[in-house]
């Protein structure tokens, strides 16, 4: 079993900054991939953005630039700094553990933490 605690978030003025964190616990052997996930009000879940165990990256479009996710694989964590917000980006945040596997041999395909809201206000 994981647990995804995720902290940060908030409400913060078009054009601010805000960073997100994510942490997994448990008896965790490896994650291949942690990433960020959104949801607006009335809109389906999106990807922001992903990190692997490798370090390669992949960001949506509407975040490139703005957006810059790292990750501590000792730690199991995973963060999001988010700079030049814009009233687009206010939406439910998810963070992701992809292709975990722990200590027993046993798999699972993904974990979520349980979201953290950020807002934009113009």
């Known amino acids: 079993q994981v647990q995804l605690v995720e902290s940060g978030g908030g409400l913060v003025q078009a054009g601010g900054s805000l960073r997100l964190s994510c942490a997994a616990s448990?008896?965790?052997?490896?994650?291949?991939?942690m990433g960020w996930y959104r949801q607006a009000p009335g809109k389906q879940r999106e990807l922001v953005t992903v990190i692997t165990s490798g370090g390669s990256t992949n960001y949506a479009d509407s975040v490139k630039g703005r957006f810059t996710i790292s990750t501590d694989n000792a730690r199991n964590t995973v963060n999001l700094e988010m700079n030049n917000l814009k009233p687009e980006d206010t939406a439910v945040y998810y963070c992701n553990a992809h292709d975990v596997r722990f200590y027993d041999g046993t798999y699972v395909r993904d974990y979520w933490g349980q979201g953290t809201q950020v807002t934009v206000s113009s």
């Open positions: 448990g008896s965790i052997f490896s994650i291949n991939a």
